[in-house]
């Protein structure tokens, strides 16, 4: 149980394109799913909390309208990477907490902009 | 300012030994701490959670203490195995709701056959 997916697992773009990256509880509803950055050897990063039906919280130094954030459903969040830059390559994790403490990890999905 | 700290050096050890992984954390006061292991290009994975009142948790091989006055958490694996071989991150609960986990950068523990 507590199964969260990513999609896609991979995207390699232009620059100045967007990208939509999809973050999905499989088997379970979490009114809150967390949004991740990690670049190379460093820690993950948050950039945002998203809470279902509600606007998105942003970390500190994170850009709301480059990084839009949509939570729609229990089971669904997507995150949307406008204009895309190659400082914006990264690994993007998502997270769902389920109730309690615990958070429940994507596999991730890896942006490369050119 | 709060600070998250795991070795950056990664830990090599001989399979059957224990290994030991050490996160040190400042100004900050948190209920509790998780530990997760994190492959190469995957998200990670969770494996425990210790509150503020508890020295000590066990789970299989793995054990993690939990000490407020120094502000550490030690990570164990017992009879370490090759397949042990990840990153571990020790992540805190941040305060100011939705219970943010704040994450050290991990630790790279490499087990030898």
């Known amino acids: 149980g507590a199964v969260v997916s990513q999609h896609p697992s991979w995207v390699i773009c232009k620059s100045g394109t967007s990208v939509k990256i999809e973050c999905r509880s499989l088997?379970?509803?979490?009114?809150?799913m967390f949004w991740y950055r990690q670049f190379p050897k460093q820690s993950l990063m948050l950039m945002a909390t998203?809470?279902?039906?509600?606007?998105?919280?942003?970390e500190q130094g994170v850009e709301k309208d480059k990084f839009l954030i949509n939570h729609a459903s229990l089971t669904l969040s997507t995150l949307t990477v406008t204009s895309a830059h190659p400082e914006d390559s990264s690994f993007y994790i998502c997270?769902?907490?389920?109730?309690?403490?615990?958070?429940?990890f994507g596999p991730g999905t890896r942006l490369t902009v050119l | 300012s709060q600070k998250i700290e795991q070795n950056s050096e990664a830990l090599n050890i001989q399979e059957g030994k224990t290994a030991t992984l050490t996160c040190n954390y400042t100004?900050?006061?948190?209920?509790?701490l998780q530990w997760y292991r994190q492959d190469p290009g995957r998200g990670p994975v969770f494996l425990l959670l210790?509150?503020?009142?508890?020295k000590e948790k066990r789970k299989e091989r793995l054990k993690v203490t939990f000490d407020t006055t120094l502000k550490q958490s030690l990570f164990h694996i017992t009879a370490s195995q090759p397949a042990d071989s990840a990153t571990y991150l020790c992540?805190?609960?941040?305060?100011?709701?939705?219970?943010?986990?704040?994450f050290g950068a991990g630790t790279r523990l490499a087990v030898h056959p």
């Open positions: 100004n900050y006061s948190p209920a509790y």
């Open positions: 210790i509150r503020e009142n508890e």
């Open positions: 992540a805190l609960v941040s305060s100011g709701g939705y219970n943010k986990l704040i």
């Open positions: 088997d379970f509803q979490a009114t809150t």
């Open positions: 997270s769902a907490r389920l109730a309690g403490d615990t958070q429940y």
């Open positions: 998203s809470n279902e039906g509600s606007k998105a919280t942003y």
